[in-house]
Nanobody
Framework: QVQLVESGGGSVQVGGSLRLSCAASGRTFSSYAMGWFRQPPGQARQFVAR????????YYTDSVKGRFTISRDNAKNTVYLQMNSLKPEDTAVYYC?????????????????WGQGTQVTVSS
């Protein structure tokens, strides 16, 4: 079992930046593949980024490549999402996600653990 708590959301203008954090507690953090999903208003939850259980290997959805960076600090039990050059279409509730596997699933129905979500609003 792992508990996930996100922080760092907020409101920014187009082109701005935010860094989301997800603090994990419970079982050994390095046992989990980690990542982020988001849910825009009126839409289904969608994959954003993931990082391998031991770090290093990352994968992004096409719409955020070159703008978002996922990282993890296993010593601090935390995963981060640095979001730059934000656009209005990035507006969503962002969820931290974990799987007991080497890689996080990109399908939301296959996620083992979720955080409570943090709102990101990008305005023009």
């Amino acid at each position: 079992q792992v508990q996930l708590v996100e922080s760092g959301g907020g409101s920014v203008q187009v082109g701005g930046s935010l860094r989301l954090s997800c603090a994990a507690s419970g079982r050994t953090f390095s046992s989990y593949a980690m990542g982020w999903f988001r849910q825009p208003p009126g839409q289904a939850r969608q994959f954003v980024a993931r990082i391998k259980r031991t770090g290093g290997i990352t994968y992004y959805t096409d719409s955020v490549k070159g703008r978002f960076t996922i990282s993890r600090d296993n010593a601090k039990n935390t995963v981060y999402l640095q979001m730059n050059s934000l656009k209005p279409e990035d507006t969503a509730v962002y969820y931290c996600a974990a799987n007991t596997a080497e890689y996080l699933s990109t399908t939301w129905t296959n996620i083992d653990y979720w955080g409570q979500g943090t709102q990101v609003t990008v305005s023009s």
